[in-house]
């Protein structure tokens, strides 16, 4: 047992006596940890705020105008094609959705309470394209002077279910202002990073900004439940067929097709992946150099009889301890940080996330560490004498 | 198979090849040293005598030849059994690197059972005495770098020790010594040696060193040039200066 423990004991003996030198090393791995961290919460929050509508749709499919190249500004669907879509064998249920912005009025009467940028949803109480209400209740009407709004709006403006909203938009000649009632409210719903106000679908047609001459109703998308969501494909493809002037996505296809999103996360993924492999070299570059120095005392180590296994398993202690205590340090401080962010900041710490850049963190020190485990292992005891083979 | 013979080589070779020419280092070298014998091995550079200190540790593996110690003929063991061997059956000195430097006198002592798996409390009392008989009972818990180069070799000294090995080796231990120190070192290690009853063999080009061994093997080209026996013709190569 003690002879197992040997190499613990040198590993934990040689920290304590530099702990310093071990300690700094830690702290730079925390520092790569608080970046690797927050960089997953920036991927999580702006990719968040772009997707959240979409990736929480209660729909399998939507539909878009054709050659839209699935850019849903693009796509333009007169309000009949949703009968014709609802018409098609295995369609369970179809919604509007229609996209436009505005600004909400602050009530706050504090200098710096700026309007707040929102993204304008036309919606039908009760089909897809809907959000769940968590509490007040849906529109009662399609035309009614209601709103539907996120959590954050909430927040944002200190406002409540009952209160009235002024919705200023655009309408060629000057902004002007529609006066709503807020009668429900959603959970987290956010739209090309801003938070979502849902409208009946023609009070919508009446608020949403208007730059040219008063065009005809038209909906951006058509959200389409199937009557069994695994005939995805098959549906994907039949809707065309009966349908003139349509394409087709699913969800994860429509919300990687957001503009700009596929770019954002990769651009994201590549940081990230960069910040783990100048980990991977910090940690590496450290060890080795340390075991440049160390290949005396190994020697002599061997040669009084301590195993390979050994000094590998006291090199690899050290390196994860080292990383763990790094990983640790970084993830309170991210903590720490993330819990004095102000709001509106598109960084979301997700557990799922953190846990995945936690766990490649981890990696890093054995990786980083692998080549001076090595080379710490094939030192030659003969060295000891000052001769090698 | 004498009896008390803890130590001896039979023909001992190891080749090297040079510019592609093929040289003994070590040409064939037999000799036995008795439990509780402190021997020297002198000779000019490149003799050889590091060579045969590393093939007698086990450390180097004989182009032809035998080594066996306690019994055991170091050719007939793997590589892993011989590692247990050193740990077990040798105690080593060093020119220099012999203590971990993150260690205390104490600790590098104890490192020896450690590694045995032998560390309890008698070891640790015995690492105490055995540090006090060589005068650094008040060095117990400083690391080396807080220890003169003499006061290092004497830790180490204590190390090749306290595990009871059968045979004790040191490669030139007072090479970074001023004399005063070096003589105290060796005088020391000779009475353990005696004491203890171990095959003690110590490299040193220092010939005033080999006034306290027992036998003098005087090494030239990686072969035995002569053997001093008697005090007489020790002490007389011993007068011979620091070699
Ligand atoms: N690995 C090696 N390869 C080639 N020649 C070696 C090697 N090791 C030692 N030698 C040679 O063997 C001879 C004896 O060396 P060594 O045992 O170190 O002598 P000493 O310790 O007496 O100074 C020297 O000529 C040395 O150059
Ligand atoms: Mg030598």
Avoid at chain 1, 53 to 75: C, P, R
Avoid at chain 1, 297 to 318: D, E, S, T, Y
Avoid at chain 2, 32 to 58: D, R
């Amino acid at each position: 047992m003690q002879v197992f423990l040997t190499p613990l004991y040198l590993a934990q003996m040689e920290v304590l006596r530099n702990k310093v030198r071990f300690f700094l090393i830690s702290l730079l791995i925390a520092l790569i940890t608080l970046l690797v961290l927050f960089i997953a919460a920036l991927a999580e929050g702006l990719g968040g705020g772009n997707r959240e509508y979409i990736s929480k749709l209660d729909a399998d499919l939507l539909v878009y105008k054709a050659d839209s190249d699935l850019l849903i500004a693009a796509s333009r669907l007169p309000r009949s094609v949703m009968n014709q879509v609802r018409r098609v064998t295995g369609v369970r249920a179809v919604g509007p959705i229609a996209v436009s912005n505005g600004a909400i009025d602050n009530p706050l009467e504090t200098p710096d309470a700026d309007p707040l940028r929102v993204a304008l949803l036309g919606v039908e109480a009760g089909l897809p394209g809907a959000p769940p209400i968590i509490s007040g209740s849906p529109f009662s009407t399609n035309r009614a002077p209601e709103a539907v709004v996120e959590r954050r709006v909430i927040q944002r403006l200190g406002i409540k279910v009952g209160d009235r909203i002024s919705i200023r938009t655009n309408q060629g000649s000057g902004d002007e202002t529609f006066e709503l009632l807020v009668v429900g409210l959603s959970d987290g719903e956010q739209y090309g990073l801003q938070p979502v106000v849902f409208l009946p679908v023609l009070t919508w047609d009446r608020v949403r900004s208007k730059t040219g001459p008063n065009s005809p109703l038209n909906l951006n998308l058509i959200a389409v439940q199937l009557e069994n969501p695994k005939d995805l494909a098959a549906m994907k493809a039949l809707i065309p067929t009966q349908v003139k002037d349509v394409e087709m996505a699913g969800i994860r296809e429509a919300y990687e097709a957001l503009p700009g999103y596929k770019e954002q996360q990769s651009t994201l993924d590549t940081q990230r992946f960069f910040t783990l492999i100048i980990g991977v070299l910090v940690i590496g570059g450290f060890f080795q150099i340390q075991a440049l120095q160390k290949v005396p005392q190994v020697g002599m180590l061997k040669a009084i009889g301590a195993a390979n296994w050994m000094v590998a398993v006291a090199a690899i202690a050290q390196i994860i301890l080292v990383t763990v205590i790094g990983v640790l340090l970084g993830g309170g401080a991210t903590l720490l940080l993330a819990t004095t962010l102000p709001p509106g900041i598109p960084i979301v710490f997700t557990g799922q996330a953190a846990v995945a850049a936690i766990v490649s963190l981890l990696f890093i020190g054995p990786i980083g560490g692998a080549i001076s485990i090595r080379y710490a292992a094939r030192i030659e005891p003969l060295k000891a004498l000052g001769m090698s083979s | 198979m004498n009896e008390g013979i803890a130590l001896s080589t039979e023909s001992l070779v190891k080749s090297y090849e040079l510019d592609g020419q093929k040289f003994n280092a070590v040409n064939g070298i037999s000799l036995a040293v008795t439990a509780g014998e402190f021997v020297g091995l002198v000779g000019p550079s490149g003799s050889g005598k590091t060579t045969l200190l590393a093939m007698l540790s086990a450390l180097l593996t004989p182009t032809t030849g035998k080594v066996i110690i306690d019994g055991s003929n170091l050719s007939d063991m793997s590589d892993k059994q011989r590692v247990e061997f050193r740990r077990k059956r040798v105690g080593f000195t060093f020119q220099a690197n012999n203590l971990i430097p993150y260690l205390t006198a104490l600790e590098n002592v104890e490192l020896m059972l450690r590694l045995n798996g032998e560390l309890n409390a008698a070891g640790r009392a015995r690492s105490r005495d055995l540090l006090a008989r060589l005068g650094l009972s008040d060095r117990l818990h400083n690391l080396p770098s807080q220890m003169s180069g003499g006061q290092q070799q004497r830790v180490a000294i204590a190390r090749a020790l306290i595990h009871n090995p059968a045979v004790v080796l040191a490669d030139e231990p007072t090479a970074s010594l001023d004399t005063e120190r070096a003589h105290q070192v060796v005088e020391t290690f000779a009475q353990l040696i005696h004491e203890h009853k171990r095959a003690g063999v110590i490299v040193t080009h220092d010939l005033r060193m080999i006034t306290y061994t027992d036998r003098v093997i005087q090494m030239r080209d990686g072969d035995v040039a002569r053997i001093y026996t008697s005090r007489e013709e020790i002490k007389e190569l011993a007068a011979s200066g620091p070699g």
